[in-house]
């Protein structure tokens, strides 16, 4: 990208308070540009390098969906070059002064032919106090079946069934 188209998406994802990211899967590499310091209240030369350095920000509650979901999209990604997968995601994020911050995620996974590697490329945006709903959690990778698994879909059915039923046994009068 030139310097100029880069330096015009960084100046619209700024006044957006947004940020922007590629993760080169092959050599897990990051690189970010946007809103980084407000929206994240860190300097751009502090931010992850590495995916393992970016989970550590997201909360712990909100990291195994997320893996799960990316993981399940890569898995079908990987064998087909020209498709074109996206996802819609929600969590939670830890702010450098020490707040919770939701989060908003827009992914896409491209595929570059002539480097003959697949992207990650993804756009994070905060959302307002009160819009988090990790039920929000959609996209082309939602029904992805991993190999030799359930989707993703049907995973977060079983799970959301037995959280009502534990909600519920809480809530039974006690017998003693």
Not at 46 to 58: G, M, R, S, T
Not at 101 to 129: H, M, N, W
Request: charge should be negative.
């Amino acid at each position: 990208m030139s310097e100029l188209w880069l330096n015009h998406l960084t100046s619209f994802l700024t006044e957006q308070k947004s940020i922007a990211y590629i993760w080169d899967t092959a050599s897990d590499a990051l690189e970010w540009t946007g809103d980084v310091y407000d929206v994240l209240g860190i300097r751009k030369q502090d931010l992850p390098q590495v995916k393992d350095d970016f989970a550590k920000w997201i909360n712990p509650q909100d990291l195994p969906d997320r893996m799960d979901r990316i993981h399940d999209a890569l898995k079908a990604h990987s064998t087909k070059k020209d498709g074109n997968t996206s996802l819609d995601l929600e969590y939670r994020i830890r702010h450098a002064k020490g707040h919770n911050l939701s989060i908003r995620e827009k992914i896409a996974l491209q595929y570059d032919d002539a480097a003959d590697k697949l992207y990650v490329c993804g756009f994070l945006t905060p959302l307002a106090e009160g819009q988090y709903s990790p039920a929000h959690n959609s996209g082309a990778g939602e029904n992805v079946k991993p190999a030799g698994g359930q989707p993703f879909s049907e995973r977060m059915a079983l799970q959301k069934n037995l959280e009502k039923r534990v909600v519920a046994a809480a809530w039974l009068p006690s017998t003693s």
